[in-house]
């Protein structure tokens, strides 16, 4: 089973920017559908973002729309998710993970393969 590493997270103020990074080994993430989702103290996991396998279609969350881009590297193996606009309300554990073969439509309820550990995002002034 592959594995998936996140980097890129810290602290922000308002307004602020970040690229998140989701490595993978043991796996070839241009074959796989790979969503990023995010979980807030107290509150429930929630899918963020996803780039399906094979075409590159995209798709995010209403609340990221406009402010948040998914895109692939094949040569590196690598997703990111490029985070503008950061709202305090964007403070979360951001994760990555892999589907294989998986179309990203309704990404929030597929069946994903992989997961990496997190890494924190805080945006505070």
């Known amino acids: 089973q592959g594995q998936l590493v996140e980097s890129g997270g810290g602290s922000v103020q308002p307004g602020g920017s970040l690229r998140l990074s989701c490595a993978a080994s043991?796996?070839?993430?241009?074959?796989?559908?790979v969503g990023w989702f995010r979980q807030a103290p107290g509150k429930e996991r929630e899918g963020v973002s996803c780039?399906?396998?094979?075409?590159?279609?995209?798709y995010y969350v209403d609340s990221v729309k406009g402010r948040f881009t998914i895109s692939r590297d094949n040569a590196k193996n690598t997703v990111y998710l490029q985070m503008n606009s950061l709202q305090p309300e964007d403070t979360a554990v951001y994760y990555c993970?892999?589907?294989?073969?998986?179309?990203?439509?309704?990404?929030?309820?597929?069946?994903?393969?992989?997961w990496g550990q997190g890494t924190q995002v805080t945006v505070s002034s």
């Open positions: 993970a892999a589907a294989y073969q998986a179309m990203c439509v309704m990404f929030w309820n597929l069946d994903f393969d992989s």
């Open positions: 780039i399906s396998a094979h075409d590159g279609s995209e």
């Open positions: 043991g796996l070839t993430l241009q074959n796989y559908g």
